[in-house]
């Protein structure tokens, strides 16, 4: 059974920081990514970045390049969200998702791709 395990939310003031991390266990895909999404109090879903495992390369929404890094740690089956500069409208729930779809060396229109399993959120609240 495949599970994501978010955890690392919490409270924070602007322009501090956090770290998100998404615990993966039940794999036996060789090939997936791992992404970040998030939904807003009255707001849509939307993604935030992605890793894949095979070949390490990222994705980042516009709104976050620059004070996000994702980051993953294999023998921990682990992927992380560096969160920094944060700011009020980051305010979310951030859920980890993974697609087992995604192909290394193929373009990946993220955050327009369909994950295939979804992890419970975890909530960030960042204060003005």
């Known amino acids: 059974e495949v599970q994501l395990q978010a955890s690392g939310g919490g409270l924070v003031q602007a322009g501090g920081s956090l770290r998100l991390s998404c615990a993966v266990s039940?794999?036996?895909?060789?090939?997936?990514?791992i992404a970040w999404f998030r939904q807003a109090p009255g707001k849509e879903r939307e993604g935030v970045s992605c890793?894949?495992?095979?070949?390490?390369?990222?994705y980042y929404v516009d709104s976050v390049k620059g004070r996000f890094t994702i980051s993953k740690d294999n023998d921990k089956n682990t992927v992380y969200l560096q969160m920094n500069s944060l700011k009020p409208e980051d305010t979310a729930v951030y859920y980890c998702?993974?697609?087992?779809?995604?192909?290394?060396?193929?373009?990946?229109?993220?955050?327009?791709?369909?994950?295939?399993?979804w992890g419970k959120g975890t909530l960030v609240t960042v204060s003005s």
């Open positions: 998702a993974v697609d087992t779809a995604y192909l290394a060396g193929r373009p990946y229109p993220f955050p327009d791709v369909d994950m295939s399993y």
């Open positions: 890793i894949s495992n095979s070949d390490g390369v990222t």
């Open positions: 039940g794999f036996t895909f060789d090939d997936y990514a």
